[in-house]
């Protein structure tokens, strides 16, 4: 069997058979299911200037950064000091709830990295253990995941600022200056993809330390870049087509719901015709769930078993198994 379909059928096994690695994957998957080729295709619309700069904009037009914010917080402290209590209290709950949920992200990330080498290796493992490891783990994992955000922020900055203050102004410069961000920018997010992604993994099963964990996994990606390349292609068309099976299955169960919605709108009470329609709505939204927890679960174990493969005992290319002298 092929080092790919190997992975693949481990990857599923321990998906399929460990179902609590399945609360794990619900909020690993914030950290983005796509995969690595998701960089390319990533709020693609046409527009650079949307491209480059969607966040900082919508959040500058929030007006937070105008010199009268201050200002109106000052005054609203003096008429209405109850209604900026109610409003303060709610930012710091929500604060508290981004953060709650960030930390259950990146401990659900390192549980699965975990977990899947104990599978591996036949070892005692469980849905405990693998949030003891998270929370031993949270900070280099955490710190690997703001680095790579915050580098691939900053380059898609920089090669956007001539778009952003209206150096290039024509067409044809903006669609060039568009792909040179891709020329520029997706090799390079791509392989900080792939180095932190082995990185995780020689800190959660390696035991290495922050620095030497991003030395080893880019000297791991230098000598395994071709199959690091051709995993990232196989997860990402897995991606592709479990979206289209979900579409499929969405627009099947559509049919006799649109149908029982007709029949109920007729038997019931205009409330209960709204009441049947949010069900629907929350049965759907659960399988995207249900579906994306899997998936995400699925992504972290073929990593986790493609690392254990290449450390111990390496892997050859696909493409070099089919042209070049390995068989």
Do not use: C
């Not at 460990?18 to 994957?25: A, Q, R």
């Not at 390192?110 to 899947?116: G, P």
């Not at 891709?182 to 993809?193: A, D």
């Amino acid at each position: 069997m092929s080092l790919y379909r190997t992975i693949l059928k481990r990857a599923w096994d321990n998906t399929w058979q460990h179902k609590y690695l399945w609360f794990f994957g619900l909020f690993a998957a914030l950290l983005g299911n796509g995969g690595e080729l998701e960089l390319i295709f990533r709020n693609y619309d046409g527009q650079a200037r949307d491209v480059l700069f969607p966040t900082w904009q919508r959040f500058a037009e929030t007006g937070i950064f105008n010199g009268s914010a201050l200002s109106n917080i000052a005054n609203l402290a003096r008429t209405e000091p109850y209604t900026l209590f109610l409003a303060l209290t709610t930012l710091f709950i929500i604060v508290l709830l981004v953060m709650f949920i960030l930390w259950l992200t990146i401990i659900s990330q390192v549980a699965i990295v975990h977990n899947t080498a104990k599978i591996k290796h036949d070892k005692e493992h469980d849905f405990k253990d693998g949030v003891m490891q998270g929370i031993k783990n949270f900070w280099p994992v955490l710190g690997f995941n703001l680095i790579i955000k915050l580098i691939s922020a900053v380059l898609l900055f920089l090669i956007g600022l001539p778009i952003f203050f209206g150096f290039v102004k024509t067409t044809f410069t903006i669609n060039l200056t568009y792909v040179l961000m891709f020329i520029i920018f997706i090799p390079i997010s791509l392989v900080l993809s792939f180095v932190f992604k082995f990185a995780i993994v020689h800190t959660v099963v390696k035991g290495q330390k922050f620095l030497e964990s991003i030395k080893s996994g880019f000297e791991l990606f230098k000598k395994n870049w071709l199959v690091s390349m051709e995993m990232a292609i196989l997860l990402f068309f897995i991606n592709f087509l479990t979206g289209i099976a979900l579409l499929m299955m969405f627009l099947i169960l559509a049919v006799p719901l649109l149908f029982a919605i007709l029949m109920f709108s007729k038997l019931f009470a205009f409330i209960n015709f709204w009441l049947f329609i949010m069900s629907a709505i929350i049965l759907l939204l659960l399988m995207v769930v249900f579906v994306g927890s899997m998936l995400s679960t699925f992504q972290i174990s073929a990593w986790t078993h493609l690392f254990m493969e290449l450390v111990g005992k390496g892997g050859v290319s696909k493409l070099v198994r089919v042209f070049g002298k390995e068989k």
